[in-house]
């Protein structure tokens, strides 16, 4: 049996091509995102390690502590006869200006000190060695265009301006504080100075001679003070090493599911196969019967056709994943670590018997049902005069209708308890789960679906001509075969479409949201800081004499405590609270908010309500207010909304403002207003001036790259389901080679046979486009009304309009192989075979 499984394998070895590709490419994803989260981790752990181990021991304050270390802790260290240099590293707020002279990010950025001893060296160029060189962060020299040689502006803790010639970059490694707020590295007497700290975060001290490290831990320990930890410098590695192992898990995990989603669509696509190839192959499983196999023989002639199959399969998407995974880390690498691209591609065991055991395993389970109906085909079988699909029957059952109706009604009802308020989380989930319940009654039904399709659409197919009456007829002949054929399509189709409705929902939601709170030109902040003192008034001032500026609108807020909760006290001046407050009213009004009259958010109101009264502990006591509203929604930060009357009596120790907005007067052209903005901030280096169109923009184009992202990665999976369409058609070709021999001795030219195939395929990706588009938008609409409290629906027509013609195309694509062969085959010889 063994022998004559191999031998059919070898002589219908084409049967099986595309789906050798689609578990190849399944495969391939896998191996590949293990390879480059293997090779990221061991690149991160090898940064990390090489820094720590460059000192023995490391001193730093614990996470909980609320100063650093002291000058006279690192004298008492230097003094050690265990220690043979030690020196401590600053690292407190030393805002850089960029090339503009405006202060880089909304948080300063770090000085950080580099001497004698420490764990950072230049990535390019030289650490600092004087008082007017500085190094920069490699991410901080991305961000803001400087380069060696360049000089920078620094400020000092006075706000006054240093300039530094950049000597090099330093590579921080994983640090995510220096990744997000960027750094400027000094020599340690000029750090001391551009920071205003005495204090270290970190000493770093190197062995004397003859003393282990575990030693020179144990005599730092000894005159440091509670409340900080000393590690020699493998441990401090090891602990960096988890860290950035953590963060390459997180990428893994997110890789993976998209991998999880081509393998889903790749075993779809082997199932079809195999059932087809099964319900082709009666006449020969009926004669292995005959002959005396038993019915677990023909079982394990199926299960080791599989087996073949996937195993080989598997073994070239391993080595085409080690091949993806280097080219992904060699080209995405710098996104994460800079460096790291150096570092020597990682293939471990566990990769590649994950990869051969996935794509085996998956080939395994998805043709046991296939491999069940073969052991039930009868030795009369081997009489019938051709071989037919009919194990894939036309008959659609009251049962199937039934429960494919029960799982679509169970879906909406998952559903509609998502969209009652049970948190933003537990929704989404709900969806999710409801999704996956509305796809198996999809899955069920469509045949009926095909049916369906294809009964509306075939008197316009009729009116177009032979090829597409004929592409109908064939359709619609054998529904559970085309629903087999579309199915892997659907399931790509409905992430995609789903993830766009998603995307350009969130788009459209957000604008409408920074539109609501932002309804302004510019807004001007502070940098933050733990010494932030707000906007500086004379900004204000001047904007308000300006006559380019229409409009200026003043934000102060305060933390207090509220009835055993903290309250978020907002006020807004210069103008009405119901205009610029974002919030919808659930009860009340906010025009009412006015002296003595305050609007509060659900979330803080409790059982409270309009005309209850609010008390709050104020920096001038404990003082009452009446609730004039109370509002719900995704408002922004606040938990109560006050007057500024009230806010100025209640906390008059809040005197200046954290935000203004800024809107243009309406003869001001553009220019102007930028450049009245401009000059009021001009000697204030460190506040931010945001353009609101251009906050706009910016979130545009994260969501747009995460949609592109995201759609490249599924992607995969409509390509492997293509490659099903492909092979199906391809078989049905085979099956029906006497039909099309009949229908060309009729008359039929070539052309119009290979038309025929071309539009059966086309309509095929057509009908499971469309059904996933269907599924896409209903399950996006309902993810986005999980997240979203006040939702503004969108449905990119564009996008799912380009879906469609691409899923045409790629029908197109995938009927040129099979319609070439259905065209060039022998009447004469076709017709003479059975």
């Known amino acids: 049996m063994l022998r004559t499984t191999l031998a059919g394998l070898r002589l219908?070895?084409?049967?099986?091509?595309?789906?050798?590709?689609?578990?190849?490419?399944?495969?391939?994803?896998?191996?590949?995102?293990?390879?480059?989260?293997?090779?990221?981790?061991?690149?991160?752990?090898?940064?990390v390690m090489a820094s720590a181990q460059t000192v023995d021991a490391v001193a730093q304050p614990e996470a909980d502590a609320d100063q650093g270390i002291s000058r006279e802790v690192l004298d008492d260290v230097r003094a050690l006869p265990e220690i043979d240099r030690a020196a401590g590293v600053t690292r407190a707020p030393a805002p850089l200006l960029d090339k503009d002279g405006r202060a880089v990010g909304s948080v300063p950025t770090l000085g950080v000190s580099v001497g004698e001893v420490t764990r950072y060296s230049a990535a390019e160029g030289e650490l600092p060695d004087g008082p007017d060189e500085a190094a920069l962060a490699t991410t901080t020299a991305d961000t803001t265009g400087y380069e060696v040689g360049d000089t920078a502006t620094v400020l000092g803790p006075e706000g006054q301006k240093h300039d530094f010639?950049?000597?090099?970059?330093?590579?921080?490694?994983?640090?995510?504080?220096?990744?997000?707020?960027?750094?400027?590295?000094?020599?340690?007497?000029?750090?001391?100075?551009?920071?205003?700290?005495?204090?270290?975060?970190?000493?770093?001290?190197?062995?004397?001679?003859?003393?282990?490290?575990?030693?020179?831990?144990?005599?730092?320990?000894?005159?440091?003070a509670s409340g900080t930890e000393v590690l020699t410098g493998q441990e401090l590695g090891e602990r960096l090493a988890e860290q950035a192992g953590l963060q390459a898990e997180v990428l893994t995990v997110a890789l993976l599911l998209f991998a999880m989603i081509s393998m889903l669509v790749a075993a779809i696509v082997i199932h079809n196969t195999f059932a087809i190839l099964v319900a082709q192959r009666q006449r020969e499983m009926a004669l292995l019967r005959c002959v005396g196999a038993v019915r677990g023989q023909v079982f394990g002639s199926v299960v080791i056709e599989a087996l073949v199959v996937g195993l080989l399969a598997s073994a070239a998407g391993v080595a085409a994943g080690i091949g993806l995974g280097t080219v992904g880390f060699a080209l995405g690498s710098q996104a994460f670590a800079s460096g790291s691209a150096e570092t020597a591609v990682v293939v471990t065991p566990q990769t590649v018997l994950i990869g051969?055991?996935?794509?085996?395993?998956?080939?395994?389970?998805?043709?046991?049902?296939p491999a069940r109906r073969a052991m039930f085909v009868p030795p009369l079988a081997a009489l019938r005069t051709s071989a037919v699909a009919t194990g894939l029957g036309k008959r659609?059952?009251?049962?199937?209708?039934?429960?494919?109706?029960?799982?679509?009604?169970?879906?909406?009802?998952?559903?509609?308890?998502?969209?009652?308020?049970?948190?933003?989380?537990?929704?989404?989930?709900?969806?999710?789960?409801?999704?996956?319940?509305?796809?198996v009654g999809v899955v069920v039904l469509s045949p009926l679906l095909v049916r369906a399709a294809v009964a509306a659409i075939a008197p316009l197919m009729r009116a177009t001509g032979v090829s597409a009456t004929l592409a109908a007829d064939n359709a619609r002949r054998n529904p559970r075969r085309a629903a087999t054929a579309m199915i892997a399509l659907t399931v790509g189709a409905t992430l995609i479409s789903g993830y766009?409705?998603?995307?350009?929902?969130?788009?459209?939601?957000?604008?409408?949201?920074?539109?609501?709170?932002?309804?302004?030109?510019?807004?001007?902040?502070?940098?933050?800081?733990?010494?932030?003192?707000?906007?500086?008034?004379?900004?204000?001032?001047?904007?308000?004499?300006?006559?380019?500026v229409g409009r200026v609108i003043s934000q102060r807020s305060a933390t207090v405590e509220g009835d055993e909760r903290l309250a978020f006290v907002y006020t807004y001046r210069g103008a009405d609270p119901a205009t610029v407050a974002p919030a919808e009213a659930r009860a009340g009004d906010l025009a009412d908010v006015r002296p003595g009259h305050v609007a509060v958010h659900a979330d803080f109101a409790g059982d409270s309500g309009v005309g209850d009264t609010l008390t709050l502990e104020t920096e001038e006591g404990r003082r009452s207010y009446t609730i004039a509203a109370v509002v719900g929604g995704n408002q922004g930060a606040w938990s109560v909304l006050m007057a500024p009357r009230d806010f100025a009596a209640a906390f008059p120790g809040v005197d200046t403002d954290e935000l203004l907005m800024v809107t243009g007067a309406e003869d001001a052209e553009d220019q102007a207003l930028a450049d009245a903005i401009d000059s009021a901030v001009a000697e204030y280096p460190t506040v931010q001036v945001d353009s609101v169109a251009q906050m706009r923009q910016q979130y545009e184009d994260v969501l747009a790259t995460a949609f592109l992202a995201i759609v490249a990665m599924l992607g995969l999976a409509v390509v492997i389901a293509v490659f099903g369409i492909a092979n199906t058609l391809a078989l049905s070709v085979l099956e029906r080679t006497r039909e099309s021999a009949m229908l060309r001795a009729l008359g039929l030219k070539r052309g119009q046979l290979r038309l025929m195939l071309?539009?059966?395929?086309?309509?095929?990706?057509?009908?499971?486009?469309?059904?996933?588009?269907?599924?896409?938008?209903s399950f996006g609409w309902a993810a986005a009304a999980a997240i979203f409290d006040t939702l503004v629906f969108q449905v990119p027509a564009a996008q799912i309009g380009g879906f469609i013609a691409a899923a045409v195309a790629a029908g197109l694509l995938a009927s040129v192989l099979p319609s070439r062969r259905a065209a060039r085959t022998s009447i004469t010889a076709a017709l003479a075979s059975e």
């Open 500 to 548: 766009s409705v998603i995307n350009a929902t969130m788009m459209a939601t957000t604008t409408e949201m920074l539109d609501r709170q932002f309804p302004v030109d510019y807004q001007i902040q502070a940098q933050f800081s733990e010494d932030s003192e707000g906007v500086p008034g004379e900004v204000g001032a001047q904007l308000r004499d300006s006559s380019a």
């Open 356 to 369: 051969l055991g996935v794509g085996t395993a998956m080939t395994l389970f998805a043709a046991l049902l």
């Open 165 to 224: 010639t950049v000597t090099g970059l330093i590579d921080f490694g994983i640090s995510g504080e220096i990744n997000y707020r960027g750094a400027v590295a000094f020599t340690p007497a000029t750090a001391a100075e551009m920071t205003g700290t005495d204090t270290f975060a970190e000493i770093d001290a190197i062995a004397a001679e003859g003393v282990t490290a575990e030693q020179a831990v144990q005599a730092v320990s000894a005159v440091t």
């Open 758 to 777: 071309s539009i059966e395929a086309a309509l095929l990706c057509l009908i499971g486009a469309l059904v996933g588009i269907a599924l896409g938008v």
């Open 396 to 439: 659609l059952s009251a049962v199937r209708v039934a429960v494919g109706a029960l799982l679509l009604l169970a879906s909406a009802g998952v559903v509609a308890f998502a969209m009652r308020d049970v948190g933003p989380e537990v929704g989404l989930y709900l969806v999710t789960g409801a999704g996956m319940i509305a796809f």
């Open 12 to 47: 219908h070895k084409g049967r099986l091509v595309t789906t050798a590709l689609a578990i190849a490419l399944g495969v391939m994803f896998v191996s590949g995102t293990l390879v480059f989260s293997d090779t990221l981790r061991e690149s991160f752990t090898s940064q």
